[in-house]
C-alpha cells in the first residue's frame, strides 16, 4: 500500500472536525485531503450532528438582527459559544437552512441588493444564487443528497398568496433553483398547494428525499423536489386535546425519517414519520414531565406547574422545542439552553439565554448543523 493510501486509509475513519486541523498540517496532507475522489467517499458516510445555528429575531421591528451564535452540541462536555463562524462571507446573512453539511442563508434586511447564499463553513466555500431576489415574507428550504451528487444541490421557495375568489382563502407556490442547471436556474413550478397557515420554526426539513415545513394548525407541508408534488401530513396528535398550549418542532434523524417532538403538560413525546401519504406515524420516545424531572433533578423543578400554566398563545412557553436531529433535542428551558439525548433520557445544560443576546426567546431562528468537505463552485 502507498503512503498516501494509508494515509487516506486512517484519513477516512477520523471526525470531519478532526480532518479540517489536519489539512493545516502540511500541503501533502492538504492534497489529500482535499482529492476529489477522498472527499467523495466522505460525503457518502453520516456525519454526527456537532452544533447549532442561533440567530434572534426581533419580536415587531423590520430589521434583520446580524449576529449568528453557533451553540455546540455535546453531551460530554460544554463548548463555548462561537459567534464568527459565517465571518468567510462578503455580507452579514439570515441562516435559512441546512442540509448535510451545506447552509442556505439570505443578505440581512435592510439591503440595497439582497441576495441568497448557499455556502459550507468547514471549507469556507460559498456561491450566491444569480437572480433570487430573496424577502423575508417567504420560507425555503435547502436539498442536498451527497450520495447523488457531491455538488449539486436545490434551493425551494415557499411562497404565500390570496386566492382571487375569496381574500380569506390562500395558496402556495414554489420556486425551485438547481446549482446543476446553471446560473440564474430558478424554476417556477406548476405545483400549487391549497393552504391558509402559516410556515414555523426549523423551515424546510430535508427528510426523506423531501422538504417539510412546520405550520401553525397541526400540520405538515411536505414537498416532493423531484416530483414537484405538495401536500400536507396531519401532525401524529391534535393540540386541541390539551388544556395547556403545547410547543413542536420537526427535525430529522439517520435513515432520513421525519420526526415529530411535541412538549405539553403530558410530557416530551417524539413521532417518527411511517408513511407520508397516509399521515402514519410511530411514537418512537415518550416521557413524562416527571420522569423528565427525576432524571434530571438538579436542573428542572416543578416543571409540570411551569408547562402548565401556558394558556394563551401570547404567553411565553417554559420549555420550548427549537431543533431536533439524530436524537438529539435542543430546547428552551426558561432562560436555560439544553440538550436532551432522547436515548439516555438525560439532559445537559448548554448555555444562559443571556450569551445568546437580549432577542433570543421571540421566535429565534435554530438550524441543526452536521460537517461536510463537500465542494462548492464559486
Request: net charge negative; aromatic share 10%.
Amino acid at each position: 500500500m502507498q503512503n498516501d493510501d494509508i494515509c487516506m486509509d486512517v484519513f477516512s475513519r477520523l471526525p470531519i472536525e478532526t480532518l479540517l486541523g489536519l489539512k493545516r498540517v502540511c500541503k501533502r496532507w492538504h492534497g489529500i485531503l482535499s482529492d476529489r475522489s477522498f472527499v467523495q467517499g466522505l460525503l457518502q458516510r453520516p456525519e454526527p450532528l456537532v452544533g447549532f445555528f442561533f440567530q434572534e429575531r426581533y419580536q415587531w421591528a423590520g430589521e434583520d438582527i446580524r449576529t449568528i451564535s453557533f451553540i455546540p452540541a455535546r453531551m460530554e462536555d460544554t463548548q463555548p459559544i462561537k459567534q464568527t463562524i459565517f465571518s468567510f462571507l462578503p455580507e452579514d446573512v439570515v441562516v435559512l437552512g441546512s442540509c448535510n453539511g451545506l447552509v442556505c442563508c439570505r443578505s440581512v434586511f435592510p439591503s440595497p441588493s439582497p441576495s441568497i447564499i448557499v455556502c459550507n463553513p468547514s471549507n469556507k466555500q460559498w456561491t450566491r444564487l444569480q437572480g433570487a431576489r430573496p424577502d423575508k415574507e417567504s420560507s425555503y428550504g435547502l436539498a442536498f443528497n451527497p450520495s447523488q451528487s457531491d455538488t449539486n444541490f436545490k434551493v425551494v421557495r415557499v411562497s404565500q398568496a390570496r386566492t382571487d375568489m375569496d381574500d380569506d382563502d390562500s395558496y402556495l407556490s414554489f420556486e425551485i433553483y438547481s446549482s446543476q442547471a446553471g446560473a440564474g436556474a430558478w424554476k417556477k413550478s406548476k405545483e400549487v398547494c391549497q393552504c391558509n397557515d402559516n410556515l414555523v420554526k426549523n423551515k424546510g426539513v430535508f427528510a426523506g428525499g423531501k422538504l417539510q415545513w412546520l405550520t401553525d394548525k397541526d400540520r405538515i407541508l411536505s414537498f416532493d423536489i423531484e416530483n414537484e408534488l405538495s401536500w400536507l401530513i396531519s401532525s401524529p396528535f391534535p393540540t386541541s386535546h390539551f388544556t395547556a398550549i403545547p410547543e413542536m418542532c420537526i427535525g430529522e434523524s439517520s435513515g432520513g425519517r421525519l420526526h415529530y417532538i411535541m412538549i405539553s403538560e403530558e410530557g416530551l413525546h417524539v413521532w417518527a414519520l411511517e408513511d407520508c401519504y397516509d399521515s402514519n406515524w410511530s411514537l418512537v420516545h415518550t416521557a413524562s414531565l416527571e420522569a423528565l424531572e427525576e432524571e434530571n433533578s438538579q436542573l428542572l423543578r416543578n416543571t409540570r406547574e411551569r408547562v402548565s400554566e401556558r394558556v394563551s398563545v401570547d404567553s411565553m412557553p417554559w420549555m420550548d422545542p427549537l431543533a431536533f436531529k439524530d436524537g438529539l433535542l435542543l430546547m428552551r428551558v426558561s432562560t436555560k439552553m439544553m440538550l436532551y439525548c432522547i436515548e439516555t433520557k438525560k439532559m445537559k445544560e448548554l448555555c444562559n439565554v443571556s450569551e445568546l443576546g437580549r432577542n433570543c426567546i421571540f421566535g429565534p431562528l435554530v438550524i441543526p448543523y452536521s460537517p461536510s468537505l463537500a465542494p462548492l463552485m464559486t
